[in-house]
Structure formats: structure tokens, C-alpha cells
């Protein structure tokens, strides 16, 4: 006869074992938010009186802080510990999209160290009058297409298209030195397109196999393995990308006809960077990538967010705007030399940043060793 406290006592501990490994494998799974993560998880920062917060899944540990005094703590004054990346399957496996040489997915911690020495000198206060003529250059155009089709905008993405062609025309004149060819400019399409390629590759909602590495050991004929396809394809295009505009640039130094770049200084300075001649073409393709790809979309999308705030806060743009017409006396346009006679407008565009950031959220990073912080245990491995 069943002993039923016998069954009674065996299912119990089945069903505590079976939560505890719930627990463990699935953790916080669902206290992530499933959108805009970064308002999410400060509520919850706000619900337990912490700016610090540590979840648990799929059995990785994720530290969330909340506070810019934390991630300069962190990211920035202790980056020996916190400078790796996550390993994103999609996006560093050499069979799928191969992006282990970009500096914000490399493995290789000399890789990205030589990046980000070569990129630093270009994204400080000094470095950046370098880019002014090219900036007025575009910011012109873009007035007069505005201009041109006044009343005839219909949405807000032709207006963004518009502010597109401006922050991509700017950016491919600096680092490429080629000015750019109208809406339809085949290297700004190009790197829309692989930016948009990596972006769909590193979530684990579009491939699983960001979740279950394994997955990539499995043949590709199998059902269900159609994403390997998909793999091939974006992989191509991201090549494409990188690689068509920097032999442009080397095509145009050649030749004797090109205008000075951020990719022609990098390959001057090649030996001072300690990057091998067998390895220099790649280097330098990967670094002029990720800074023109990486500027076009944060730059429209803080250029929409100013157009919204005009929309919104009609007081502050005639304020604005009758601080600019006391500075030129409205029979010129604002230079970048007016700026420190333009206070309020500095103020104004400071503000901008703050109420709507256009990338909310750092890029992940991975603890390289055990860490305390505050009290707080960060372990090996943890994603920040």
C-alpha cells in the first residue's frame, strides 16, 4: 500500500529542488524590463532605496547601478577591472556575423586597447575643431533643404531622414574624407544597414543562440537553422560596410586628390600605435567603422530631440531665438565662434542632454575579477 506521507514527503522535496534549480537558472528573468530598461530598473532602484541593483539569470549576474557617480566609480576609475564586453554569440563567432575585431565586441584586450588610443585623440574638446568647417558645411545644406521644402514635410521621419543625410555627411567627410553624396550616399546606406545588422544580431529575442552557444555547433541544414543563412548574408554586408569607404580613402591618397581624415592620420600613425603591418588595413577599417557609424545615429536622434523640445517648450525657443538675433543682428547665422556670447543657448542644449539622453543605457561590461564596491560583492564574470 502507498505510504502517502512517504509520496506526500518525496514530492515536496522534488518540488523544492525543482524551485531552487527555477531559482537559480531562472533568477530575475522577470523583473527585467522588457522596454526602455533604463526607466524600468530605476523604478525598481526607487522601490528598494538603492542605486545599485543585482539580478540573477540564466545563470549570469547583472549589476545595474543606476547613478553617474557609480559608473564613473566603476567604469571609468577602475576600467583595469570593468573594461571587457560580453561575448555575444551572434556577433563574434568568425561563422556567423564576425565582429570580434570591433572595438566594442573584442575579446582581444590589446585589440582594444590600440582602438582606444587611436579613437581617443579624436573624441576630445581640441580634436573636435578640427571637425567645425565640415559641421557648418552641412548644417548650412540642411537649412536649405528645410528651406526648399517648407510646408512639405509630412512626418517626422522626413524630417529625420533630412537630419540623417546632415550627421552622416559630416561624419563620412571626417573620417573618410569624402563628402557626402546626396540621401542615397551608398556608404551612409551601407553602414545604416550593417549598424542595423549588429543591432538585430546582439538581441537573444531575434537568435537564441546569444542564449545557447551550443546551438551554433549544429549543422545548418537542420530545421530551424535558417538564422545560419540570415548569419552569412548580414556578415557580408557588415564586410562591405567596413571595408568599401576606408579603399576609397586609400584609392584617394594615392591618387594625391583626398582631404585630410581621421582614417589617414591613424594609418601615419600606425607604428606609434604598435599595430603590425600584417594587421593595419583591418585596424584601421574597424576604428574608422565604429567612429562613423557609431556618431550618425546618437547625432540624429539628439537633433530630433531638440526639434521635439522647440515643438513643446515654445518659450524657450523664442528665447533662444532672441539671443541668437542680438548676437548676429539677424542678417547672418550663428557660427560655432558665437557660442561663448550664447549662453542661454549653451544652457539649452545641456539641458537637451539630460531630459532626453539618446542612448539611455551604457554599453554592457563584463567584471574581469572579484570586486567589492560600497559593500557590494561584483563577481567574476558579472555583466555592468
Known amino acids: 500500500m502507498l505510504d502517502l506521507t512517504t509520496f506526500a514527503t518525496a514530492s515536496l522535496v522534488t518540488a523544492a529542488i525543482a524551485l531552487l534549480l527555477y531559482n ?40 545595474v547601478l543606476n547613478d553617474i557617480e557609480d559608473a564613473v566609480n566603476l567604469l571609468e576609475k577602475r576600467s583595469s577591472i570593468y ?11 568568425p561563422s556567423l556575423l564576425d565582429c570580434s575585431r570591433n572595438p566594442a565586441f573584442t575579446p582581444d584586450r590589446d585589440w582594444w586597447k590600440k582602438s582606444r588610443r587611436a579613437m581617443h585623440q579624436w573624441l576630445n574638446k581640441q580634436a573636435a575643431v578640427a571637425f567645425q568647417p565640415s559641421q557648418l558645411h552641412q548644417t548650412r545644406l540642411l537649412l536649405q533643404r528645410l528651406l526648399s521644402k517648407w510646408g512639405r514635410l509630412e512626418s517626422s521621419e522626413e524630417l529625420e531622414l533630412e537630419i540623417y543625410q546632415t550627421t552622416s555627411g559630416t561624419i563620412l ?24 545588422n549588429i543591432m538585430k544580431g546582439s538581441l537573444s529575442s531575434n537568435f537564441l543562440v546569444n542564449l545557447f552557444p551550443t546551438l551554433n555547433r549544429f549543422p545548418g541544414w537542420l530545421p530551424g537553422m535558417n538564422w545560419r543563412k540570415t548569419a552569412k548574408k548580414w556578415r557580408e554586408e557588415i564586410y562591405d560596410a567596413i571595408d568599401s569607404p576606408y579603399r576609397w580613402t586609400k584609392a584617394e591618397m ?74 548676429t543682428g539677424s542678417n547672418r547665422l550663428p557660427t560655432i565662434d558665437d557660442r561663448s556670447r550664447l549662453p542661454y543657448v549653451g544652457r539649452l542644449i545641456n539641458e537637451l542632454f539630460r531630459w532626453r539622453p539618446t542612448v539611455p543605457n551604457g554599453i554592457p561590461h563584463v567584471s574581469l575579477k572579484d570586486d567589492i564596491y560600497k559593500g557590494y560583492y561584483i563577481p567574476r564574470g558579472a555583466i555592468v
Open 24 to 63: 537559480r537558472w531562472y533568477g530575475n528573468l522577470l523583473s527585467i524590463p522588457s522596454k526602455d530598461e533604463h526607466l524600468g530598473f530605476a523604478e525598481i532602484g526607487k522601490q528598494l532605496g538603492t542605486n545599485i541593483l543585482s539580478l540573477s539569470t540564466l545563470g549570469t549576474v547583472i549589476i
Open 173 to 196: 567627410h571626417s573620417v573618410y574624407g569624402r563628402r557626402v553624396q546626396g540621401a542615397n550616399d551608398i556608404f551612409v546606406l551601407k553602414a545604416k544597414k550593417a549598424a542595423e
Open 83 to 93: 573594461s571587457d564586453r560580453p561575448r555575444i554569440p551572434m556577433l563574434v563567432e
Open 254 to 327: 594615392e591618387k594625391g586628390s583626398h582631404q585630410s581624415s581621421i582614417v589617414e592620420s591613424i594609418l601615419e600613425q600606425l607604428n606609434q600605435l604598435g599595430v603590425k603591418s600584417s594587421e593595419a588595413d583591418d585596424f584601421v577599417k574597424e576604428v574608422g567603422a565604429v567612429l562613423f557609424s557609431g556618431g550618425i545615429d546618437t547625432l540624429t536622434g539628439t537633433i530630433m530631440g531638440f526639434f521635439v523640445a522647440m515643438i513643446l517648450f515654445p518659450e524657450a525657443q523664442a528665447k533662444a531665438q532672441q539671443e541668437i538675433d542680438l548676437v
